[in-house]
C-alpha cells in the first residue's frame, strides 16, 4: 500500500493528504487554482474547508504573505470543488 502524500495547509498549518487541499501556483505574478497538481511552479495548499478558503482569500491574510489575490474565475473554481 502507497503512503498517502502530506502537505501543510497555509493556513490552519495542518499536515493532510494531498487530495484534501487546494493547489495553488503562482503563474506570471497571479494565483491560479490547480485541480491537477501538476502544473509548474511553487505552489502553495490551502484546505477545502470553508472556513480555510474564506480565511484564505482575506486581504489582509495574503497581503501579510505577499501574495496577490485569485481572480474571480479561479475563486469560483475553488468554491465549486468544496
Known sequence: MKPSIQR???V???RLPKE???RLVNVDGALVYDPT???EGRGIY???SQEALSRFLDPRFLGKRHLPMPNEQERERMANDL
Do not use: G, N, P, Q
Request: hydrophobic share 40%; net charge positive.
Open 12 to 14: 490552519s498549518r495542518k
Open 20 to 22: 484534501a487541499l487546494f
Open 46 to 48: 490551502v484546505e477545502k
Open 37 to 39: 497538481y501538476r502544473k
Open 8 to 10: 501543510m495547509c497555509i
